[in-house]
């Protein structure tokens, strides 16, 4: 179809009466969409950074599939939607290690499954996104049903996606753009795409010829972008026709859109631990519109009964499981003859009074978290839950983490099997470690210790330790050359450490936005500081 049909098309769509969903491509260029109901939202979401579930060790977990499937059944009751991601959505990072490639590219595949499933419509590629290359992103479009919605790309960008699409219902019509930020991809990707701010007379142009009126109340305008807030509102200052910025990059957290001008823009943070809703006044004119935002929370899911996510979800963890033991088999770490760090086995001995208090907290038993919620052997949550990672001093792979006396690999093999099984059958009677009273942890804590004595266990690594917390010298209390910090020095070091693990997405409680409530802070480190005596 050509352009100029596609606006005739337009007009045809408009003056007749809107009872089905229709849904016409304009040669991969444009998109018209007629909405069926009185009532449409837009819901988005940005940043999900390759999760597909939340870890089991959140205080109040948020996110995950059958979460968000629940949220939108819920919206889509008495609202047509449409579902759009403005990126970072695939993986974590822009860099993958090539150790972990296998279990992160199964996981984007499998989130990309699922939000397909759920009714994602458009993406907009961030630079997170694009960590495996253009091909894997031709793949994931290839095996799923959402399209890549980019305004500004060049004729060097490699994917099939639509320059904008259009939802109308009686004089109401949506126009949706996607604008990249070539400055925050790495250089062999930022030719793809044209500097935002120089594109946007381009883009103008555009929405010109598929009927766009600035001055129509019932016009909208809304930009999907991944250039973070503050360049956000230079965006706005310069394309004052925008109504709504979908944001993404900063993951700052709007509970009201911040405005410049006219424009109002918008982000729901990371994870899918919110969904953003953009809910569109069909009855009135475009100042009626609203923002909502809505947390997936476990009970969430509950809203789609019955949910089809929770088994997606046990099927992916168990494939994912087998692809990351295979992944840290492969892995060497140079540690033979490399002396072990000190487990809190052997700190006990001497420090009794911190051993009492260290085993009433949640610390002592923080692995069983993860067996509970079958990631035992997902490294990104192992490392913390256990002391020593990928240090020659500790362990690589999550079968290592249990060091035995035991060395005929053939009896070494079944005892790891045993050992894990045990765990597995006789320690995770609970439904969370933090809901557990201190004297069960306490329990728990001995019984595992009891456990470790009688399989010939010479070093644990699992769960959070003296180490975690503590620097002291391998050779300690025998060593000669240690130095006592200053007071301030030990804090400031301590800080750092329980801040590389209770992050705002770990700890959210901890903070105000992104950031750190200090008194909040000092609570609970007070809490799990061991005494002084």
């Known amino acids: 179809m050509k ?123 961030g630079e997170q996104d694009l960590a495996m290359g253009w091909d894997f992103l031709k793949k994931l479009q290839e095996e799923n049903k959402f399209t890549y919605l980019v305004s500004n790309a060049t004729n060097s960008f490699p994917l099939k996606h639509e320059k904008l699409t259009i939802l109308t219902k009686g004089p109401h019509k949506i126009f949706i753009i996607g604008l990249s930020d070539p400055s925050i991809f790495p250089g062999k990707f930022k030719g793809a795409f044209e500097n935002q701010f120089l594109s946007i007379n381009k883009i103008r142009e555009e929405l010109k010829k ?66 953003g809703e953009i809910k569109i006044a069909l009855k009135s004119d475009k100042s009626k519109d609203s923002f909502n935002i809505h947390e997936t929370r476990d009970e969430t899911a509950k809203l789609l009964s019955p949910n089809p996510y929770h088994e997606f979800l046990t099927k992916h963890k168990e494939q994912l499981s087998k692809i990351q033991v295979e992944e840290q088999n492969a892995m060497t770490v140079a540690s033979f003859g490399v002396q072990k760090f000190n487990t ?87 439904s969370s470690v933090r809901k557990l009273p201190p004297k069960s942890i306490e329990n728990l804590s001995k019984k595992w210790r009891e456990l470790d004595k009688r399989k010939g266990v010479t070093h644990n690594f699992a769960n959070v330790q003296c180490l975690n917390c503590h620097d002291k010298h391998l050779e300690h209390p025998f060593s000669t050359s240690e130095e006592e910090a200053s007071p301030k020095a030990k804090y400031e070091n301590m800080r750092n450490k329980c801040l590389n693990c209770h992050d705002p997405d770990q700890s959210p409680e901890w903070y105000q936005g992104t950031k750190l409530n200090e008194n909040k802070f000092v609570d609970m480190m007070k809490k799990v500081g061991c005494p002084k005596n």
């Open 3 to 125: 352009r100029s049909s596609i606006w005739k098309f337009i007009l045809c769509l408009t003056l007749a009466s809107c009872t089905n969903f229709i849904n016409t491509i304009d040669e991969g260029e444009y998109n018209v969409t007629g909405i069926k109901k009185d009532s449409f939202s837009i819901v988005f979401s940005h940043n999900i950074n390759g999760e597909t579930h939340p870890c089991g060790c959140r205080h109040h977990p948020l996110g995950g599939l059958p979460q968000v499937a629940g949220v939108l059944h819920d919206i889509q009751k008495n609202s047509d939607t449409l579902y759009i991601d403005s990126g970072d959505t695939f993986f974590a990072s822009s860099s993958i290690p090539e150790t972990l490639q296998k279990s992160l590219t199964f996981t984007a595949q499998n989130l990309a499954k699922g939000l397909g499933q759920l009714g994602l419509s458009y993406q907009l590629p």
């Open 210 to 275: 598929v009927g766009y009126k600035k001055d129509s109340p019932f016009h909208r305008l809304i930009a999907m972008t991944n250039s973070g807030i503050d360049v956000d509102t230079q965006i706005a200052k310069k394309f004052k026709e925008l109504d709504w910025i979908i944001g993404s990059h900063s993951q700052s957290f709007t509970k009201f859109p911040v405005e410049e001008g006219k424009t109002k823009m918008v982000q729901v943070l990371s994870r899918n631990h919110y969904i």
């Open 344 to 430: 809190a086995n052997s700190c006990l001995e001497c420090h009794q009074a911190q051993a009492d208090h260290w085993q009433k907290t949640p610390h002592s038993i923080a692995y069983l978290t993860l067996i509970k919620a079958k990631e035992e052997n997902n490294l990104a949550c192992i490392k913390c839950h256990s002391l020593g990672q990928n240090s020659p001093h500790g362990f690589a792979k999550a079968s290592d983490m249990v060091v035995f006396e035991e060395k005929d690999e053939t009896k070494l093999a079944k005892l790891k099997e045993n050992y894990m099984k045990e765990l597995k059958e006789s320690f995770l009677d609970f």
